[in-house]
């Protein structure tokens, strides 16, 4: 899928989880509903760091620029070193390591470390890295261009800088489900663990499929390509994300929204 349909599927899926805490009794106060759907909406973008043409490339500028080459060529030398006899031979890394349910899952635990004993200005620098990417996501057509590079970041910033002073507020949910002292924003790794798979899971429905399961076999591939039949696959970008699937990530995060915060 594109970007946008990414950063929406996140944002939708993280307000589900919502949803879903307050029916098990963990319900989220407000700032981690609002935080943990901007971040799982700029995680949902994140995996496609093996791409130099993604959204995400051209977030950060030459930085991003460089890591997602680093990437794409970590991503290539795994696929070759672990391919099996049944996987092709390709260039490139795009739709490998970073679209597995292990990527997400070391993602996760490693922003959830950082988060924990990083201190404020770790959590300051994940909020704005994924405020960045939440904004380049859904906002793509005014965030489009060089010359809103600038205001980008500052309005990530900005918006970083206020959401980290309202969940430090007792209540508010900086130690929202892990309790124990210490564990304050452990939760930050959940948004970005639901927003990788999220993407990997709209890229099993284009074409292409995606090798989620990876490094576990699938017959004679070690990177199979998960997806459902190819009749009800779409192509990425077509109509069927932009007409069908988009309002409906809409639809199902307004309502999961409205669930959340016990409005219905």
């Not at 201190?119 to 960045?132: C, E, N, Q, S, T």
């Not at 906002?139 to 959401?163: E, H, K, N, P």
């Not at 192509?235 to 307004?254: D, N, Q, T």
Request: charged letters at 10%; proline letters at 6%.
């Amino acid at each position: 899928m594109m970007g946008p349909a990414h950063s929406l599927s996140g944002a939708a899926a993280w307000l589900g989880v919502g949803a879903a805490a307050a029916a098990a009794g963990h319900a989220m106060p407000w700032p981690v509903l609002l935080s943990g759907a901007l971040i799982c909406a700029g995680a949902a973008l994140a995996p496609d760091l093996d791409h130099k043409a993604a959204t995400i490339s051209r977030a950060f500028g030459p930085v991003s620029r460089w890591l997602c080459e680093i990437v794409d060529a970590l991503s290539g030398a795994v696929y070759k070193a672990t391919r099996m006899k049944g996987d092709g031979r390709r260039s490139g890394g795009h739709r490998t390591l970073t679209h597995t349910w292990l990527w997400a899952v070391l993602i996760g635990a490693g922003t959830a470390v950082v988060a924990v004993t990083g201190g404020r200005w770790a959590v300051l620098a994940i909020l704005f890295v994924h405020m960045v990417l939440a904004i380049e996501g859904l906002l793509w057509r005014a965030a489009r261009g060089s010359s809103s590079d600038v205001l980008v970041w500052l309005l990530a910033a900005t918006s970083a800088w206020i959401l980290a002073g309202v969940l430090d507020k007792p209540g508010n949910g900086s130690d929202w489900l892990f309790t124990a002292p210490g564990q304050e924003y452990a939760w930050l790794g959940l948004p970005i663990v639901l927003g990788a798979l999220v993407h990997d899971i709209g890229d099993a429905l284009t074409v292409s499929g995606c090798p989620i399961l990876w490094p576990i076999p699938v017959g004679r591939k070690r990177w199979y390509p998960i997806g459902p039949p190819k009749a009800m696959r779409f192509r990425a970008g077509s109509w069927v994300e932009l007409k069908v699937l988009m309002p409906a990530f809409m639809v199902l995060g307004g309502v999961g929204g409205a669930a959340a915060l016990n409005f219905i």
